[in-house]
């Protein structure tokens, strides 16, 4: 069982900067690909972004390229997404993910093992 808790959201203005943190519980951290999704209201959660468990892999979302960097720090069982340039359609609440399947993480969130509570971002333009 592994357990998630996102930190870090807030309201901001259109161009600000965020770091939203998400810490597991897992013993075997490094296992584990890490994702964000985001659900804005009225839509269908989304992938963000995803980092393998070594750190050496990232996947991003099109509309995020250049803007969000993902990283993690397995000493410290946290994965962090840094997003700047933030724009009023990156309003969602963002959840982590983790899975030890990559394809799970980016593909098919349907079938993601853990998922956070959750953290409200919002971007006022």
């Known amino acids: 069982q592994v357990q998630l808790v996102e930190s870090g959201g807030g309201l901001v203005q259109a161009g600000d900067s965020l770091r939203l943190s998400c810490e597991a519980s897992?013993?075997?951290?490094?296992?584990?690909?890490m994702g964000w999704f985001r659900q804005a209201p009225g839509k269908e959660r989304e992938f963000v972004a995803a980092i393998g468990g070594s750190g050496g892999t990232t996947y991003y979302k099109d509309s995020v390229k250049g803007r969000f960097t993902i990283s993690r720090d397995n000493a410290r069982n946290t994965v962090y997404l840094q997003m700047n340039s933030l724009k009023p359609e990156d309003t969602a609440v963002y959840y982590c993910?983790?899975?030890?399947?990559?394809?799970?993480?980016?593909?098919?969130?349907?079938?993601?093992?853990?998922w956070g509570q959750g953290t409200q971002v919002t971007v006022s333009s």
């Open positions: 993910a983790a899975d030890t399947a990559w394809g799970r993480v980016t593909t098919t969130p349907n079938r993601v093992g853990y």
């Open positions: 897992a013993r075997t951290f490094s296992s584990y690909a």
